[in-house]
């Protein structure tokens, strides 16, 4: 199936760095999302994105989503030690019952101290 | 916020048998679920789309015999691996979506199934 394009595809970082990531496509999304995965566990939603340009904070976290709707990324600022997991981004096309998610390459976060 | 759990979490058996793992909506209820399939250190695969009541849409390449999947209500869903094989192994992880298109999808804990 398609997947969107995470860079960087890994990364370490001191405790303390701010981190960015990035997720393309070819395609044109309607919504971008991005989760947080630890390991042995399923996703957690962390920003939701719905218009294009928007920009959106979650505490240390801020996700844009792109002007031309094919990208989106990610910063996390101050990062902490428990900022380790691996990170995906989802895009979703349109609308409708049968709208499905279509999810990154992942960049996987590992915060050395 | 919305949780959905899955059950159990991890399940080891023989090559073979079949498995049925449980999907819940514990908060809310959900038109849609959804199946996906992670294998180590890859992104998450959707596998199949379910909407109560319906029989689910899958993925292209994703066997409907062998990965059947049952959403009796708005807040259960199944997927039975039938005649497990060693390649099925993987981590199942389940969403529920409580409304049409552009709503959030939650995710369950996931599933570690290890066919031997």
């Known amino acids: 199936g398609q997947q969107l394009n995470q860079s960087p595809q890994s990364m370490f970082i001191q405790e303390g760095e701010d981190v960015s990531m990035n997720c393309t496509s070819s395609s044109i999304f309607n919504t971008w999302l991005w989760y947080k995965q630890d390991p042995g566990e399923g996703p957690v939603l962390l920003i939701a994105l719905y218009k294009a340009g928007e920009l959106t904070s979650n505490g240390r976290l801020t996700a844009q989503f792109g002007i031309t709707r094919k990208d989106s990324f990610l910063n996390i600022s101050a990062s902490i030690p428990s900022d380790v997991g691996i990170y995906f981004c989802a895009g979703q096309p349109q609308g409708g019952t049968a709208s499905k998610l279509t999810f990154g390459t992942g960049t996987r976060l590992q915060v050395t101290l | 916020g919305a949780v959905v759990s899955q059950h159990p979490s991890r399940v080891i058996c023989k090559s073979g048998t079949s498995v049925k793992i449980e999907c819940r909506s514990l908060?809310?209820?959900?038109?849609?679920m959804f199946w996906y399939r992670q294998f180590p250190k890859q992104s998450l695969m959707l596998m199949a789309t379910?909407?109560?009541?319906?029989?689910?849409?899958?993925e292209q390449g994703v066997e409907k015999d062998k990965f059947l999947i049952n959403h009796a209500s708005l807040t259960l869903s199944t997927l039975t691996v039938t005649s497990a094989h060693p390649e099925d192994s993987s981590f199942y992880i389940c969403?529920?979506?409580?409304?049409?298109?552009?709503?959030?999808?939650?995710f369950g804990p996931g599933t570690r199934l290890l066919v031997l």
């Open positions: 969403s529920a979506r409580a409304g049409t298109g552009m709503s959030t999808q939650y």
């Open positions: 908060d809310f209820q959900a038109t849609t």
């Open positions: 379910s909407n109560e009541g319906s029989k689910a849409t899958y």
